[in-house]
Each structure stands twice: as structure tokens, then as C-alpha cells.
Nanobody
Framework: QVQLVESGGGLVQAGGSLRLSCVASGRTFGYRGMGWFRQAPGKEREFVAAIAWIGGTTSYADSVKGRFTISRDNAENTLYLQMNSLKPEDTAVYYC??????????????????WGQGTQVTVSS
């Protein structure tokens, strides 16, 4: 069982930055791929970024590439999402998620086994 708790969301002006954190419980964090997803009102949940459990491989949605950076600290069981140059269209609830153990980097929602409760990010114009 893995519990994920996100933090770091808030209200920011366009062009600003936020850093989201996701702390995981349990002993298997280091063996799981991790991802960030987001869901805006009236829209489906969409992939934002993912990071492998080993080797540091990352993947990003085209809409955030060059602006967002995903990273992880396995010693602290923590996942991060650094978000720069934020735009109003980045407004959404952001969720962190953990894959089954030893899965490769993936943007497929179905590959993620555990989800956090989400943190709201609002970008004003």
C-alpha cells in the first residue's frame, strides 16, 4: 500500500512559478515510476510528466515541455514538479501517481496504481 500526499499548489500570476511536492508512504517508492497528471474543470485528467524508477528517464506532455521539470528524491520518498512560466491554461488540480513496481516511464493513466488527493493550481492572467 502506498499513500501519496501532494502539496505546494496555490494561486500565482501568469509567468510565475510553483513547486509541487508529493510525499509517499511505504517502502516501495524507489521501485515505482512516478507521474504528475492534472484535471481542469470539465476536462479529462491528462498526463503532465513522468519519471522512471531508475536511471532518471523523464517524459513530458508537449504543453509543458521546457517549462516544467519532474524530479524525485528516493531517500526522502518525495516527488517534485517545478513549474515555471505558468500560463492560465495550466490551471487545474494536479495529482501525483505511482505505477506498479518496476514499470517503465509511461503516460498511460491505467498504468498508475496509486493516486494522491490532488492539489489546486490556479494561474491568473
Amino acid at each position: 500500500q502506498v499513500q501519496l500526499v501532494e502539496s505546494g499548489g496555490g494561486l500565482v500570476q501568469a509567468g510565475g512559478s510553483l513547486r509541487l511536492s508529493c510525499v509517499a508512504s511505504g517502502r516501495t517508492f524507489g521501485y515505482r515510476g512516478m507521474g504528475w497528471f492534472r484535471q481542469a474543470p470539465g476536462k479529462e485528467r491528462e498526463f503532465v510528466a513522468a519519471i522512471a524508477w531508475i536511471g532518471g528517464t523523464t517524459s513530458y506532455a508537449d504543453s509543458v515541455k521546457g517549462r516544467f521539470t519532474i524530479s524525485r528524491d528516493n531517500a526522502e520518498n518525495t516527488l517534485y514538479l517545478q513549474m515555471n512560466s505558468l500560463k492560465p491554461e495550466d490551471t487545474a488540480v494536479y495529482y501525483c501517481a505511482a505505477t506498479l513496481p518496476y514499470r517503465a516511464v509511461t503516460l498511460q493513466i491505467g498504468a498508475y496504481e496509486y493516486w494522491g488527493q490532488g492539489t489546486q493550481v490556479t494561474v491568473s492572467s
